[in-house]
């Protein structure tokens, strides 16, 4: 009995998982973006889309949401209807929903919460600014979390999965505030220099309208890779293609509002060219 019990409680944790993620990975598909893996967290996985930070979309407020909202959702109805007497499957799905969803919605990078916080800090303050806010609220919440399992323990109880979920909530918080302390141009000499150290680099390439401002391009670089930029024209066809580095000058010298078609930046790369 204790084994079936036990079997379906966890596959009440494992569906109320496929099911959030899947609400994040449709969402995402939705709006265009790529779900390139899934990261395993000791609570549960986050779906990695590149190209998108935590902090740069009115999209990934919505991505965001969609896990922990389908979660609640679930939640709702099976509280609503109207079942005499619950299965142990059904209360084990219902307690899980409400427990994905409350951790999950905690204000702390890289889960849910943290970045539906750091996206609507982000649409005011820049995204430098919502990544330091949203990592000090991280660090204040994993520091609740170490010291509510100081006090456990010392009342003669242990809980692992807090004091799990609390040091991972701290590496986590720290890394965000460090890596956000550092500038783009910053993180993009650090990944040069890793570049020049292994020789080689995963490059990701994006192509848009020459038409469209240097923002969208910087928007839609993926940090951890070596970037390409294809300029398109209206017919589709490629008219030239700029790295990284080239779109970091220009759209300091020419401001992100500039579209490709309103600057030099052929001029550009033959002078960097020859400069070289
Ligand atoms: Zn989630």
């Known amino acids: 009995m204790c084994i079936v019990n ?13 099911l959030h ?19 395993l967290l000791p609570f549960g996985c986050a779906a990695k889309t590149p190209g998108i930070s935590f902090c740069n979309s009115r999209a990934e407020i919505l991505v965001a949401a969609a896990g922990p909202g389908i979660n609640l959702l679930m939640a709702a109805i099976l509280i609503v209807i109207p079942i005499e007497e619950k299965s ?26 943290g970045r539906i916080l750091c996206a609507a800090l982000s649409l005011k303050l820049g995204e430098r600014r919502a990544t330091q806010l949203t990592s000090i609220f991280g660090l204040l919440t994993a520091f609740l979390g170490l010291a509510a ?39 993009m000499l650090a990944r ?5 150290k292994s020789g080689v680099a995963q490059v990701h390439a994006i192509a ?25 024209d209206d017919q589709l066809h490629p008219v030239g293609v700029m790295d990284e580095q080239l779109l970091s000058e220009l759209a300091v010298r020419h401001g992100v509002s500039a579209k490709f078609s309103e600057i030099p930046w052929k001029e550009e790369k033959e002078r960097r060219r020859l400069n070289d």
């Open 21 to 39: 993620e899947f609400a994040h990975i449709l969402l995402a598909q939705a709006f265009g973006m790529e779900v390139e893996e899934m990261q």
């Open 6 to 18: 036990g079997g379906l409680e966890t596959a009440a944790f494992l569906l109320t998982l496929v």
């Open 149 to 187: 399992s100081v006090w456990l323990i010392w009342q003669g109880q242990w809980n692992l999965s807090l004091l799990i979920v609390a040091i991972f909530m701290l590496g986590a918080s720290w890394n965000y505030y460090r890596s956000a302390l550092q500038s783009n141009a910053e993180k």
């Open 88 to 113: 142990v499957f059904l209360e084990a799905f219902c307690k899980y929903h409400i427990g994905m969803a409350a951790v999950n919605l905690l204000p702390v990078l890289p889960m849910d919460g």
């Open 208 to 232: 848009l309208n020459r038409e469209k401002p240097l923002g969208r391009a910087l928007t839609q670089l993926d940090q951890r890779a070596y970037n390409l930029v294809y300029i398109l």
């Open 192 to 196: 040069r220099r890793q570049i020049g």
